[in-house]
Nanobody, 123 residues
Framework: VQVVESGGGLVQPGGSLKLSCAVS????????IGWFRQAPGKEREGVIC????????YYLDSVKDRFTISRDNAKNTVYLQMNDLKPEDTAVYYCAVVPGLKCPINQYGMSYWGEGTLVNVSS
């Protein structure tokens, strides 16, 4: 299984970014895909998770009204749309997948990880 994130970058506060997570070697029939982030000096935290079976979603409270997760099963790709970004959203964002389980799942339950993409929210 290969997981590759893209779409990070520098954005001003209040701006938007869309991250992509391309997954290969993993069929999205039954499993979970999650986005996690790790800010400098902090522990990794779960941001958002989507079940591949019914597309039900689970959000971190601090991003609930600003971030949206979506998927394109034909492309085996999951997207994270981030709006109204804040400096505290600055972190390396990781995509992770696990077959056979459902959200919510913490980082210890995820099986396959990408290498991360940096999101820097700064003026």
């Amino acid at each position: 299984v290969q997981v590759v994130e893209s779409g990070g970058g520098l954005v001003q506060p209040g701006g938007s970014l869309k991250l992509s997570c391309a997954v290969s070697g993993f069929t999205m029939d039954y499993g979970a895909i999650g986005w996690f982030r790790q800010a400098p000096g902090k522990e990794r935290e779960g941001v958002i998770c989507i079940n591949t079976t019914d597309a039900s979603r689970y959000y971190l409270d601090s991003v609930k009204d600003r971030f949206t997760i979506s998927r394109d099963n034909a492309k085996n790709t999951v997207y994270l749309q981030m709006n109204d970004l804040k400096p505290e959203d600055t972190a390396v964002y990781y995509c992770a997948v696990v077959p056979g389980l459902k959200c919510p799942i913490n980082q210890y339950g995820m099986s396959y990880w990408g290498e991360g993409t940096l999101v820097n929210v700064s003026s």
